[in-house]
T-cell receptor
Framework: DTGVSQNPRHKITKRGQNVTFRCDPI?????LYWYRQTLGQGPEFLTY????????KSRLLSDRFSAERPKGSFSTLEIQRTEQGDSAMYLC?????????????FGPGTRLTVT | GEDVEQSLFLSVREGDSSVINCTYT??????LYWYKQEPGAGLQLLTY?????DMKQDQRLTVLLNKKDKHLSLRIADTQTGDSAIYFC???????????FGPGTSLSVIP
């Protein structure tokens, strides 16, 4: 397995447009996480899934944000009516739950720039 | 909720030891991590420690935990230029819970 992949790697969009990012986790991992990282800051938790169920959402995730994991495999994160404050790196991570693996494996991220 | 703090910058000479410090607020944090992020690269887990441990050593890395003071440190022995990166202290309640990250410490290694 090649690890967690994210597409696209970079996205430039105009304010007000909708964008969608995709994350493909490590194949046997049942947990999938989304984080947002702005310049000079550590990643901030947005939401996570166990299989297809979305178990927790941060209050950072406004109504304009929606995440899905329809078949418990890949996940999408959509931002509607983008704002300049949405410019950030969006990170996806995956892990196993209930096992002895403690690590969340992070993807390379999708860098969003809203102009 | 959990809050993780760490100093933002550290500069050391090649061959010296680096010590990066971190404090956290939530005593229910059971797992404490150090992640490394190099420019243009993803986050890499360097090491972790359970809250019932005081110390963990892994090659050049030594993690010290003072649970009473909620203080975590990462010592890198014989620091090399390749260790230049941003180091994030992080915490979670369970091994598969969301991870709360600090702001990161930018380590610069001077040749």
């Amino acid at each position: 397995d090649t690890g967690v992949s994210q597409n696209p790697r970079h996205k430039i969009t105009k304010r007000g447009q909708n964008v969608t990012f995709r994350c493909d986790p490590i194949s046997e991992h049942n947990r999938l996480y989304w984080y947002r990282q702005t310049l000079g800051q550590g990643p901030e938790f947005l939401t996570y899934f166990q299989n297809e169920a979305q178990l927790e959402k941060s209050r950072l995730l406004s109504d304009r944000f929606s995440a899905e994991r329809p078949k418990g495999s890949f996940s999408t994160l959509e931002i509607q009516r983008t704002e300049q404050g949405d410019s950030a790196m969006y990170l996806c991570a995956s892990s196993l739950s209930g096992g002895i693996a403690y690590e969340q494996y992070f993807g390379p991220g999708t860098r969003l720039t809203v102009t | 909720g959990e809050d993780v703090e760490q100093s933002l910058f550290l500069s050391v000479r090649e061959g010296d030891s680096s010590v990066i410090n971190c404090t956290y607020t939530d005593s229910s944090s059971t797992y404490l991590y150090w992640y490394k992020q190099e420019p243009g690269a993803g986050l890499q887990l360097l090491t972790y420690i359970f809250s019932n441990m005081d110390m963990k050593q892994d090659q050049r890395l030594t993690v010290l935990l003072n649970k009473k003071d909620k203080h975590l440190s990462l010592r890198i022995a014989d620091t090399q230029t390749g260790d230049s990166a941003i180091y994030f202290c992080a915490a979670s309640e369970t091994s598969y819970d969301k991870v709360i990250f600090g702001p990161g410490t930018s380590l610069s290694v001077i040749p």
